[in-house]
């Protein structure tokens, strides 16, 4: 029967009648309205079916956009002969310019006991879909839009004044006319409610018209049944305004399925620090559901693709009633992002775990958070679709929702991730220590997709105190993931000059020495690790000294591996050494009257150490506390170029 209902109510709506005029008043162009749509069917046999919903419909006309929510009661005995009792709502969004759909969503809530929660559909719509119930027209139709009251207008406009009456205790105007459906051979009888304005002041406001009722009646023939049709709607309000955007735009947090993703996000910095507060669910050894906040204090490197999080990782036994009271010690996790590797390193024992990122197990583990830093995703070319305005923490922030799995390279069973972006407005200036910034993170929903309804799999992230940082690689120290036998020490002398600003310009001279040694030895930038510098002025030689790890322990190389990342340590050594007998090998210091300074590695002088524990033997038979004795004859040559001081080492 709900078949034959749906197919019945699917048809276009023509209306005819004997008037050339049309006497119906006009729909305001901006309205919001509360009804009751009943609907009876009769068969030849006198079985009836009918049912009932609960609509709030809400139309504006200037901006192009309308929704309808509906609520029913469904009943049904179960397979244990129980009777059983769920409300289904669901709601129609007609909203072309939302990013990412065409036309409209299709949202809803199923509450049963094989499923519940609540579920999104673009441009489309579940089968037994209020749209089926209720709508004469397609959706995918240019200039038409969901609305109950305004299916009575499509067609003719040809209604005939057929006099005053009082429904419901109000006094209308009586309008009838006809809907002819010659597929189904019937022909319906209409009757249209207004509230006449001279007798009565709608809930639409002094001497405006609404509509109160509708009553359709008629005979229609399906699969070969005769079937007598009633419809009624009772208007319960209407009211003349224009609600705010909010109202027509789709849930924050909710994918919704055939979304495409346009939109890129794009920070003005590559290289920042700051706090936030990690909200997740988990459920202890009891079976108990509790609710933490993690304050964690992150970096972020863009030029070196790594990220950092410091905080103290939770005791979610439940033992002890606060489980931030327990011994364990604050924990650095750093992800590198070229090889997709995780470093786990314990601030108080020194011990260490290394695990390949993998968002499928984001989430907490025995207190430690699994979970990429999310400001990756404004570098790696992820789209995704805007999702309106909303207001938190007192301001104003524009949302921005993407559905796919983490890795670029996912395979076919990766699950996808959706994720949820909050941006401040445009309209807000946020300090950051040095200036204003716009358009910044300021909170993060993420999520795996097919697990939205289910408790424990959300983790929402509040950013804040959002700065940008120096560059200084040195906060990603992962050493204490390796043996000594597994690290690299070295040491070189290069020509130093008294207008090189070291001291002043540590974080630029640490950026510099790291790309030096990344370029000429050809290894991922986390492999390069505590760089120091030691300036013995009296013989014009800075000597730099710096640590390469090995492969990752435990780690041997996938398919499309970088291969500067499991690059051997000899081989490192010998790509650098090459390029300091070359010539090629320099670093670029800050100049104290500005510009830069090019200081050239001195052939001869790059050496292994034995560790970095203590005073170093350099290759000349000097600790570097001695070399201001040493006496060593050096050759100073200078070329100035291109706003660069050019100077060579040569050891005599």
């Not at 993690?294 to 606060?322: C, F, G, I, N, Q």
């Not at 050493?479 to 008294?498: A, I, Q, V, Y």
């Not at 492999?527 to 002025?537: S, T, Y």
Request: net charge negative.
């Amino acid at each position: 029967m709900n078949m034959l209902m749906s197919a019945l109510l699917l048809l276009p709506l023509g209306l005819v009648n004997c008037q050339d005029e049309p006497l119906l008043p006009d729909l305001p162009l901006a309205y919001s309205a509360s009804l009751m749509w009943n609907i009876n069917m009769l068969d030849d046999h006198e079985v009836a079916q009918g049912f009932t919903y609960s609509v709030r419909e809400t139309v504006d006309e200037n901006r192009q956009q309308s929704l309808i929510e509906t609520e029913r009661e469904i009943n049904y005995v179960n397979e244990n002969n129980a009777s059983v009792s769920f409300i289904e709502y669901e709601k129609i969004i007609w909203k072309p310019s939302v990013h990412g759909i065409n036309r409209y969503l299709d949202i809803y809530v199923i509450q049963r006991e094989d499923v519940a929660g609540l579920f999104c559909l673009v441009d489309s719509h579940r089968n037994d879909s209020f749209v089926n119930f209720l709508f004469g027209y397609g959706l995918e139709q240019d200039g038409w839009y969901p609305s109950v009251s305004h299916m009575l207008h499509w067609g003719e406009k040809n209604y005939t004044y057929k006099g005053d009456d009082v429904i419901n205790g109000i006094s209308v105007s009586q309008y009838v006319g006809k809907w002819n459906l010659p597929e189904w051979e019937a022909e319906l009888d209409v009757v249209y409610y207004w509230s006449d304005p001279a007798r009565w002041d709608s809930t639409a406001g002094i001497n405006k018209a609404a509509p109160v009722a509708i009553e359709v009646t008629g005979s229609v023939n399906i699969d070969s049944k005769s079937v007598f049709l009633n419809m009624t709607v009772e208007f319960t309000d209407f009211y003349e305004f224009s609600g705010p955007d909010s109202w027509f735009d789709p849930p924050v947090d909710l994918w919704c399925e055939g979304r495409s993703m346009e939109d890129e996000l794009h920070l003005h910095t590559d290289h920042f620090r700051f706090e936030s507060e990690l909200v997740f669910s988990f459920k202890d050894e009891a079976g108990v559901w509790i609710n933490l906040i993690s304050p964690r204090t992150e970096w972020y490197d863009e030029k070196m693709r790594v990220s950092r999080a410091d905080y103290k990782p939770p005791d979610l036994s439940h033992e002890s009633p606060d489980p931030f009271d327990n011994p364990n010690g604050f924990l650095t996790q750093i992800h590198d992002y070229n090889t997709g590797i995780m470093y786990s390193i314990s601030q108080v024992y020194g011990n260490c775990t290394v695990d390949r990122i993998n968002e499928a197990d984001d989430g907490q583990d025995h207190g430690h958070i699994h979970m990429m830093n999310p400001f990756y995703t404004f570098f790696s070319g992820d789209k995704f679709a805007f999702n309106g305005v909303t207001s938190e923490r007192g301001f104003e922030m524009d949302t921005f929702i993407r559905s796919a799995p983490i890795h670029h390279d996912a395979s076919a069973t990766e699950p996808n991730y959706t994720t949820i972006l909050y941006m401040t407005s445009p309209d807000w200036d946020i300090e950051n220590g040095e200036g204003v910034e716009r358009m910044i993170p300021a909170k993060m929903i993420r999520y795996p997709t097919d697990k939205y309804n289910l408790p424990g799999y959300r983790m929402t992230t509040n950013y804040y105190n959002f700065r940008k940082s120096g560059e200084d690689f040195q906060d990603f120290d992962i050493t204490p993931c390796f043996e000594d036998s597994n690290k690299l020490h070295l040491m070189m002398r290069l020509g130093w000059h008294p207008d090189m600003d070291i001291d002043n310009t540590l974080r630029s001279f640490y950026v510099q020495t790291r790309l030096s040694v990344v370029i000429w030895g050809q290894v991922t930038p986390i492999r390069v690790q505590n760089i120091e510098a030691d300036v013995d002025p009296d013989n014009k030689a800075l000597f730099v000294i710096f640590t390469v790890v090995g492969n990752p322990p435990g780690f041997s190389p996938m398919e499309n591996e970088l291969p500067d990342a499991f690059r051997s340590l000899d081989e490192i050594y010998s790509n650098i050494e090459e390029a300091v007998e070359k010539g090629f090998f320099k670093i670029d210091i800050k100049s104290k009257h500005g510009g830069m300074i090019a200081a050239m590695a001195e052939s001869g002088s790059l050496t292994e150490l034995g560790d970095r524990g203590g005073s170093y033997t350099y290759k000349d038979g000097y600790s570097p506390g001695a070399m201001a004795a040493c006496g060593l004859s050096l050759l100073f040559i200078t070329i100035i170029g291109f706003g660069a001081l050019l100077i060579f080492v040569l050891k005599i």
